[in-house]
């Protein structure tokens, strides 16, 4: 089988690959998302610490991050791959360790979300050059039936079942309220809310219900108009703001750190105007 080769000329066509590959990892999370519902509910689960959002861990991350790691050794040639979950699956710690093109993965981002059973769950890959800058992300929103792809200030969205449309609202076709804010930014609500905005504290509220405005699902589905973050990952919070670049939305960041793959903050917005006035309003530098 021949492999694939990441290259300037070629970037988008293996975004494309990548593309295929996450596509049937989004599926395949559906189908185990009974299952991990069950699971949980007899305490089969994992935490590894911090807030409950960062700190769910499931079955299904570590089967995705296996699935998707053994799909990229055999489809692609020069790629380094970066897991969220490190090497806690059976496939990462045997991969090249070198490569020009670095991929990394969230399996299920937004885990808390998936073992409640919620639909607002994706597959995110991002693709990186050596200093990990990104230029191209995958999505997968498996139970909303979406598939984007986007690089380089260019998207490709499609349904994942034919016979529908996608299901995206593009950055500017965004007209809501909503803005989701970490906890750190508590004490800035009312800032907030002098910009005409509605904040909103997922760590604070979030109470299981079937339409809470998760980060990136929420957004492409217009039931926010960006997100607010410190101590950002770029695998799944960079990953998503990225895209929302390429789509015609804005993302402002603080300083990154590749040796825990994070930004001081990282603000994702639908314009220019809105990142900026939230910067400004949240007192970030």
Aim: aromatic share 10%.
């Amino acid at each position: 089988m021949k492999k694939h080769t990441f290259t300037r000329a070629t970037r988008s066509d293996c975004l494309l690959r990548l593309g295929d590959i996450i596509k049937d990892a989004g599926e395949l999370a559906l189908q185990l998302q009974p299952g991990i519902i069950e699971a949980s509910k007899r305490g089969r689960t994992e935490e590894k610490g911090g807030n409950r959002f960062a700190s769910a861990l499931t079955d299904a991350d570590l089967i995705i991050q296996s699935f998707v790691a053994a799909a990229i050794a055999v489809t692609f040639d020069n790629v380094r791959f970066l897991g969220e979950e490190g090497e806690k699956d059976l496939i990462s710690r045997y991969l090249n360790r070198t490569g020009e093109t670095i991929i990394t993965l969230d399996p299920v981002n937004s885990t808390l979300y998936y073992r409640d059973g919620l639909p607002h769950f994706e597959v995110v890959a991002t693709a990186c050059d050596e200093e990990l800058r990104p230029f191209g992300t995958v999505l997968s929103l498996p139970a909303h039936n979406g598939l984007l792809i986007t690089w380089e200030y260019d998207y490709s969205a499609h349904a994942l079942d034919p016979r529908l449309p996608h299901p995206f609202v593009l950055p500017g076709q965004n007209v809501a309220k909503e803005i989701l804010l970490g906890e750190e930014f508590a004490d800035r609500a009312d800032a907030v809310r002098r910009l005409g905005l509605s904040p909103i504290f997922p760590w604070r509220d979030y109470d299981g219900t079937p339409d809470w405005p998760h980060a990136s699902s929420g957004f492409l589905l217009g039931r926010h108009a960006g997100c607010v973050n410190r101590n950002c990952q770029l695998i799944d919070g960079g990953a998503f703001a990225y895209a929302l670049s390429c789509m015609g939305g804005t993302y402002l960041h603080g300083p990154f750190h590749p040796e825990t793959l994070r930004y001081d903050w990282l603000i994702a917005a639908r314009d220019t105007t809105l990142a900026n006035q939230l910067k400004e309003a949240l007192g970030l530098s």
